[in-house]
């Protein structure tokens, strides 16, 4: 009787873990998603941009 059972259970695990293993190698779906941008999005930052601006309290301790 016991060994029935230790031998149900090994072949429920055996099929759960194929199951989930054939599941993980399945090919995901191809989903692409398009946003649209504008050209005035498209420029670079000016280079003074980088910087902070000193007369600001950014760089305060108080």
Known sequence: ???KL???AAVLILA???T??????WPTR??????????SNLTL?????????PGTDLWSLA
């Not at 989930?20 to 190698?25: A, D, M």
């Not at 191809?30 to 050209?39: A, F, K």
């Open 6 to 8: 230790r031998l149900l």
């Open 30 to 39: 191809r989903e692409t998603l398009v946003t649209p941008i504008q050209p």
């Open 45 to 53: 930052p000016t280079p003074s941009s980088f910087f902070p601006d």
């Open 20 to 25: 989930l293993l054939v599941w993980g190698f």
């Open 16 to 18: 759960v873990s194929l």
């Open 1 to 3: 009787m016991k060994n």
